[in-house]
């Protein structure tokens, strides 16, 4: 059991604790025990290894001296003995975890993250950079079904054809019955692009053809895609772009990484690629009759391709029914290729148009976020401030070590994004 000396404080009406001292106000336990709002836990992370804020999900993860797995899971055999109050403001995911390692830390007190449900919320407005497969299908998923989150979708593409074709067909959808679908507006100035709350980059070059048999078709794009997609990220950067920037390019992970090896915040970038992968996993799981309640206990983690973890049952795991549905979903884009057609219907949608939407809503999706030094595929929300991973308390040992072994993988993987090289 360890037990932990804590520091209490309020700075212009906000709570904090942490282990360490700050040049704050002090308050006693009693006060802090009568707190009804969120607290802040302080922390000082290294920040080119950590996010600026997270939701704490166990006392373990309270305090932490570099970010890793213990924020999906429990890896400690040392219980932490914290008071009850924060324990319980724990379990209500009230406590906030901020890095003050980071310059302007408290700047997210002021301005917290506008998701849908808080009286201070307004329709985001949207930027979708690339118009080809994904992206079209992106665009109209998103006007079907956003008006209640989305203001407007903005569409950018170098060719200015494409621009046309996407405005043309998305705003020619029309329910007499509903005239309230997402308006889709053209850019034709690349400098408007980051006027958004959310940039979606779905810029894709090198997609080989269906009559090319390439085991891996996601790393192959990663040469043209990486230089592009550092360039965008510079440009956000340069424009003092404050919103999310958002990958659905493969492979979205490294991507990714390439954004924020470009300057962006972590906090700021999101992969929009393991949300099919569960869809698929759900898919062959249900035909197969592997499990009838995917749907509710089955999870994905890791990236979009090589290296994804599927889980049958977080409750109920089944090491061999979790491989043999992890290779099912793994290789479900070359079954599609394999009868002559692209697969990104399934992507666009499942990836992007459900799992963008309810990253807005502030509700369980499936993203890559940055954990640690590597971009890391689970099921999260993003909230008023900040992202919550959903933890789990007793992780099964070789859905574990499964997951270890991929998100040491991400870590280690090196990535030369100006030679385009991995």
């Known amino acids: 059991m360890i037990y932990m000396n804590l520091n209490y404080y309020m700075s212009d009406g906000k709570v904090f604790v942490s282990h360490i001292p700050y040049p704050f106000k002090r308050i006693s336990y009693d006060t802090f025990n009568l707190c009804s709002e969120n607290i802040f836990s302080l922390n000082n992370i290294n920040p080119l290894r950590s996010k600026g804020s997270f939701y704490v999900t166990s006392p373990n993860n309270l305090f932490l001296n570099e970010e890793g797995l213990s924020l999906i899971t429990n890896l400690s055999s040392n219980p932490i003995h914290i008071p009850i109050k924060l324990l319980e403001s724990i379990k209500q995911r009230k406590v906030i975890s901020l890095n003050t390692a980071y310059k302007n830390w408290d700047k997210l007190l002021k301005n917290p993250i506008g998701v849908y449900g808080h009286k201070s919320f307004r329709k985001w407005n949207i930027t979708v950079v690339g118009l080809g497969d994904v992206g079209g299908t992106l665009v109209t998923g998103l006007r079907l079904l ?82 592009i997609i550092y360039d ?158 959903e933890y789990y308390d007793n992780m099964p040992e070789k859905l574990l070590n499964r997951i270890k072994q991929t998100y040491d993988d991400l870590i280690d993987l090196k990535i030369d994004f100006k030679e385009g090289k991995t």
Request: charged share 25%; net charge positive; proline share 3%.
């Open 146 to 227: 956003g008006n209640s989150y989305i203001d407007r979708i903005m569409i950018y593409d170098k060719d200015k054809n494409k621009i046309k074709r996407w405005e043309y067909e998305c705003n020619q959808i029309f329910d007499i019955n509903n005239n309230n679908l997402v308006p889709v507006e053209p850019l034709d100035d690349e400098n408007q692009i980051f006027d958004c709350d959310m940039f979606i980059f779905c810029v894709s070059l090198g997609v080989p053809s269906v009559k090319n048999k390439i085991s891996d078709v996601r790393t192959m794009q990663f040469n043209g895609n990486s230089k």
């Open 232 to 389: 965008y990220a510079r440009k956000a950067k340069l424009a003092d772009f404050s919103g999310i920037f958002a990958v659905m390019s493969d492979p979205v992970d490294l991507l990714c990484k390439v954004a924020l090896d470009a300057g962006l915040k972590p906090d700021q970038i999101r992969g929009y690629g393991l949300g099919v992968m569960n869809a698929r996993a759900n898919y062959y799981s249900n035909k197969e009759k592997i499990s009838n309640n995917y749907a509710f206990y089955g999870r994905a983690f890791g990236p979009h391709g090589k290296g994804l973890v599927i889980a049958n049952d977080i409750e109920n795991y089944n090491h061999n029914a979790s491989k043999y549905l992890t290779l099912k979903a793994e290789n479900a884009n070359l079954e599609i290729r394999s009868i002559g057609f692209k697969p990104y219907i399934a992507p666009a949608l499942s990836s992007g148009t459900f799992s963008i939407i309810d990253t807005i809503k502030g509700d369980w999706h499936y993203s890559s976020i940055f954990i640690g030094d590597a971009f890391m595929g689970c099921r999260n929300k993003l909230r008023r401030y900040g992202t919550e991973i």
